[in-house]
């Protein structure tokens, strides 16, 4: 019975084959790993500079602390949660491995969950160095930021893998000439996050085109938190819901991408 729901089911042990040949892939190269922890550093202590000049000389960001390296650390998470998932796949693409997984017993669904987990690793070697830089040179503890601190890297989470699968179906049908979308896409999303400024800012019509994006209740809430000293709960299910949607789109995207490839043969020539 247990062989059969196996069968029909999720299969762990081909989630944890997969996970294992992208950190055996990870590991045996250094320039992978010094890419992970050189982009991180190098962005916390450029914004860390700046944050220091600002509050030396305005009022506002004195008040609001370490808002603006909240915000770096934030959005990274961000766009390292999007690109760790997608170069894992990517790597596939690279090595002209997809049609050869996709003919095994390996299902999409693991697949997907093979490369969400890669990410988290990915998005660990690289985010956890960046907080204790932060937390050294510019005393700013992000983990004291508490419980919302959960709310806050979920939501973010959630929406880098949403574009990620997104666009690796893009690439998956329409080949590496698309490749590009993967480390673009996330930057389209940037200025409408409102990262470093409030929805405010925008001018009205383009404020409800923010609101549709889970991030920008993440950034919003953050401000909140460190400026106002108050957590916007309503926020974080606000973005959760959105999230919810998006995730479940991006799934039944990646899915008709990919029985399309399948038609189209793009998956036997390389993704070419």
């Known amino acids: 019975m247990s062989n059969l729901v196996m069968h029909r089911g999720i299969a762990p042990h081909r989630i944890g084959a997969m ?3 992208y950190w055996y892939l990870l590991i045996s190269s250094w320039p992978r790993l010094l890419e992970l922890l050189y982009w991180p550093a190098l962005q916390i202590v450029t914004w860390g500079l700046l944050q220091n000049y600002i509050v030396q000389n305005a009022g506002f960001f004195a008040r609001a602390g370490g808002a603006l390296i909240g915000a ?6 961000l766009f390292r949660g999007q690109l760790g998932f997608s170069i894992s796949f990517l790597e596939e693409m690279w090595a002209r491995n997809l049609g050869n997984l996709m003919m095994s017993p390996l299902k999409p669904i693991e697949f ?14 690289g985010v956890i160095p960046m907080t204790l830089l932060a937390m050294i040179f510019f005393d700013f503890n992000f983990y ?10 979920c939501n973010l989470i959630f929406t880098s893998w949403s574009v990620g699968i997104f666009a690796s179906g893009l690439v998956l049908r329409n080949g590496l000439g698309a490749e590009s979308i993967v480390w673009t896409l996330m930057f389209a999303v940037m200025p409408l996050a409102c990262i470093y400024y409030p929805v405010s800012v925008l001018p009205a019509w383009l404020q409800h085109v ?4 889970p991030p920008t209740y993440v950034f919003e809430g953050m ?4 400026i106002d000293q108050v957590f916007r709960a309503d926020l974080m299910v606000e973005a959760l819901a959105i999230n919810a949607v998006l995730f479940a789109a991006s799934f039944a995207i990646f899915l008709a991408l990919l029985r399309a490839a399948k038609r189209h043969g793009s998956l036997l020539g390389g993704g070419e």
Do not use: Q
């Open 19 to 21: 996970i294992l040949r």
């Open 72 to 77: 770096v650390i934030l959005w990274d998470i």
């Open 112 to 125: 997907l969950i093979s490369l969400m987990i890669m990410s988290l690793i990915r998005l660990a070697i």
């Open 144 to 153: 004291g930021i508490g419980l919302p601190l959960i709310a806050f890297f």
């Open 210 to 213: 923010a609101w549709m994006l």
């Open 223 to 226: 401000r909140s938190l460190l």
